[in-house]
Structure formats: structure tokens, C-alpha cells
């Protein structure tokens, strides 16, 4: 099956300061990538589609300039939070669509804690 | 009302048991089905995917879509300890599509 990463697993950051993560897909070229978010107990919110070569697409609600996207090849998506405060932490989780197929996989998250 | 509904759980069974996980829907476009398996603080595992109504089997895991009724589910037969996971319905209307998720799904398997 195809296989994401995402990087890196975990971070913890001072307020103010920006958190880059990246995503990779290993197995094949990814023009689109998604980007989630998910809190405790809950499910995942997509927060933008990323599309290769143009600007990303965002969710009603997610603020563009704080959640910086750059899909700058077929393999790789980053998810730059920016000026960071704690009520970004949370699961940051990334996805691709099998090329040709139509499930989705996911990368490992990155678990964000601002302090 | 949400697209896609999923009863939270948790849900707590013994080992051996079968156990069958269920998600509604609202929209008819849907056509493209998916149950994922997240454990704690890991992204989520692909586990079943099914176009359009009908029925798909892996090993001890079944998927069944009945479009008429909006109505998934997923039975895991046998199940074992290392089952006990949250479980998340998924679904989009097309290939390219948004995926829409329920809630989840927490589930408890006791030895």
C-alpha cells in the first residue's frame, strides 16, 4: 500500500515561534495532499487541500496566513504554523490519495504542544 | 443535522466477540466508502474501501454499504485485544473529493 510520512512525530514550541511539518509521499507522486487537524476525542477537520505547483486551498474557518501550505513537488507538502499559540496545540495530520485510486492514507500526525 | 453520523462509543466487548460499528449518512452522492482504524496519538490505517452498495470481506473484517437506507457498517469477527482502537467511518462523492469523516468510533476489546 502507499505509504506516507510525515514529519516530525512530535514538537514543542514556544508561543510566537513557527512549526514547519512536513509530509511526504513515498511510494508515489502526489499532486494533492490534505491536511487535517484533530483534537482529543474527536474526529479529523480538514483544514485546507494542498495542490502542487498552485496556492492551497483552505476550510471556511482556517486562517491562511497562520497555516501556511507549500506543495513545491509531487512529493512533498509542508504545513508551516506560524506565530504559534496554545490554542494551535493539537494532532496535525496529513493525507494523499493513491494515485489512481480513490482511498486515502495517512502519515503518522504530529502531535504540536505550544507552551 | 452532521453528513456523516457515528456513535462515539465507547464501546466495551470481551475478547471473542463480534462486533459490528455503524455509521448514517445524509448525502446520496456518496458513493465511496472507507473504514480507518486509529490507535492513540497515530494517524489512521486504511482498513476496508468500498464503492457503491454491496459488501467486502478481509479476513476477520466485513464492510457493508446499503445506499438506500445511508447506513455502513463494519463487523470485526474474532475480535482481539490489540482490535481496541478508534474506528472512523469515512466517505466522499467523488474520486477526487473531500473525504467526510463520522466521529469515531472508540472501541474497548477485554481479554
Known amino acids: 500500500g502507499a505509504v506516507v510520512s510525515q514529519h516530525p512525530s512530535r514538537v514543542i514550541c514556544k508561543s510566537g515561534t513557527s512549526v514547519k511539518i512536513e509530509c511526504r509521499s513515498l511510494?508515489?507522486?502526489?499532486?494533492?495532499m490534505f491536511w487535517y487537524r484533530q483534537f482529543p476525542k474527536q474526529s479529523l477537520m480538514l483544514m485546507a487541500t494542498?495542490?502542487?505547483?498552485?496556492?492551497?486551498?483552505?476550510e471556511q474557518g482556517v486562517e491562511k496566513d497562520k497555516f501556511l501550505i507549500n506543495h513545491a513537488s509531487l512529493t512533498l507538502s509542508t504545513l508551516t504554523v506560524t506565530s504559534a499559540h496554545p490554542e494551535d496545540s493539537s494532532f496535525y495530520i496529513c493525507?494523499?490519495?493513491?494515485?489512481?485510486?480513490?482511498?486515502?492514507?495517512f502519515g503518522q500526525g504530529t502531535r504540536l504542544t505550544v507552551v | 443535522q452532521k453528513e456523516v453520523e457515528q456513535d462515539p462509543g465507547p464501546l466495551s466487548v470481551p475478547e471473542g466477540a463480534i462486533v459490528s460499528l455503524n455509521c448514517t449518512y445524509s448525502?446520496?452522492?456518496?458513493?465511496?466508502f472507507m473504514w480507518y482504524r486509529q490507535y492513540s496519538r497515530k494517524g489512521p490505517e486504511l482498513l476496508m474501501y468500498?464503492?457503491?452498495?454491496g459488501n467486502k470481506e478481509d479476513g476477520r473484517f466485513t464492510a457493508q454499504v446499503d445506499k438506500s437506507s445511508k447506513y455502513i457498517s463494519l463487523f470485526i469477527r474474532d475480535s482481539q485485544p490489540s482490535d481496541s482502537a478508534t474506528y472512523l467511518c469515512?466517505?466522499?462523492?467523488?474520486?477526487?473529493?473531500?473525504?467526510?469523516f463520522g466521529q469515531g468510533t472508540e472501541l474497548s476489546v477485554k481479554p
Open positions: 493525507s494523499v490519495n493513491g494515485q489512481g485510486r480513490t482511498e486515502a492514507f
Open positions: 511510494d508515489f507522486q502526489a499532486t494533492t
Open positions: 494542498s495542490n502542487e505547483g498552485s496556492k492551497a486551498t483552505y
Open positions: 448525502n446520496s452522492a456518496f458513493q465511496y
Open positions: 468500498t464503492y457503491s452498495s
Open positions: 469515512a466517505m466522499k462523492g467523488n474520486q477526487g473529493g473531500k473525504l467526510i
